[in-house]
C-alpha cells in the first residue's frame, strides 16, 4: 500500500506500507523525496509520531543532490541539446519539438521548476522525448562501435531504464537504454563496450571485465568509476 503524509520540515514524505514489516526504515529517492517504510495497518497519526520520533536522525540523512532546473535551461546531451522555455499557452502542459538535434522544451510558466514534483513532471517528459533522438543517434553510433570491435550483434534496440542503461539479451540483442543519451560520449561508448563484451560472458566474471578493459583501451576501471560519479541532469 502507498501514499504519503505532509510534514511541516520535510514536505511530501512517500509512504510504504509493507505485510510482515515490524519497524520503520526511512530513506531518500534519487529524486529528493523522502521514503517511509513501515509495517501494514500503522495509522496516519502513527506515521506522524513515528517521523516526531526520528526527527534528529533524518536531519543527519543524506539527501541525494537534486539537479538545477530552470527556464531558460540547455542542457548538453549526446549528439544533441535540450533547451528548457516557457511559451506553453495550457495552465500545467509542456510540449516538446525537436528542431534538428535540439529538443525545444516549452512549459507553461504555472510549473514550478523549483520543486521536486515540477522538476521530476518535466524530466519525465524530456526522457521520453529523448527516444526519438536515441534511435537517429545511439543506434548508429553503437553499431559503429560493434563495427570498429569485428563484433556483429543480433541487432540493437532502445530501451527505456534510468538505472539499467543496457542490457545483452541471450538472443545476442544490446538494448540501450534512450537516458544514455545524456551521458556524455566517452562514457556511452563505455556502456555500449560493456554490453558488446556480453556477447562474449554473460557474466561478470574477471575475464569478461578484462575483455570489456581491452574494448576500452585499458580504461575500463576509469570510466566505471566516472559512471558512478556522474551527475544525471534531470530527476531519474
Known sequence: MKGYIEDRE??????????GMTSVRFTYHADGHLLMRAPLGVSVTDLQRMVDINREQLQRLQRPDVPEMHFGQTIDCFGCKVVITTGEKRPGYVSTKWQDRTLIVKAHESIDLTTVDGKQFVSDIISRAMEYQAVQVLLPYARQVADSLGLMPAG????????????????????????????????????????????????HSPQFYALCD???????????????????PILK
Not at 514524505?13 to 505485510?19: A, M, P, S, T
Not at 532502445?158 to 560520449?185: A, D, E, W
Open 10 to 19: 520535510f514536505g511530501k514524505i512517500y509512504v510504504e506500507l509493507r505485510r
Open 156 to 203: 540493437f534496440e532502445v530501451g527505456r531504464g534510468m538505472r539499467k542503461l543496457g542490457h545483452c539479451t541471450t538472443k545476442r540483442v544490446i538494448q540501450l537504454s534512450r537516458n544514455l543519451m545524456f551521458y556524455p560520449q566517452e562514457l556511452v561508448h563505455y556502456i555500449i563496450c560493456h554490453e558488446l563484451a556480453h556477447l562474449t560472458h554473460m557474466n
Open 214 to 232: 581491452q574494448y576500452t583501451g585499458g580504461h575500463e576501471k576509469e570510466l566505471e568509476q566516472q559512471l558512478r560519479n556522474f551527475r544525471f
